[in-house]
């Protein structure tokens, strides 16, 4: 675990030292499609 936390830490630092804006190309319709599909997926899985 100590080792996957340097490596997120570290890969925040580049990242922050040239940030670029996140594009949002998904719909609203389309997340709340899928949240839909996996909270099925997940109820059938429960009542497996």
Do not use: H, S
């Not at 936390?5 to 570290?10: N, S």
Request: aromatic fraction near 6%.
């Amino acid at each position: 675990m100590p080792d996957l936390i340097e490596k997120i830490e570290a890969y925040i630092r580049v990242n922050n030292e040239c940030p670029k804006p996140l594009i949002w190309t998904a719909t609203a319709a389309f997340i709340i499609e899928k949240d839909r599909r996996g909270g099925e997926t997940l109820q059938a899985t429960k009542q497996n």
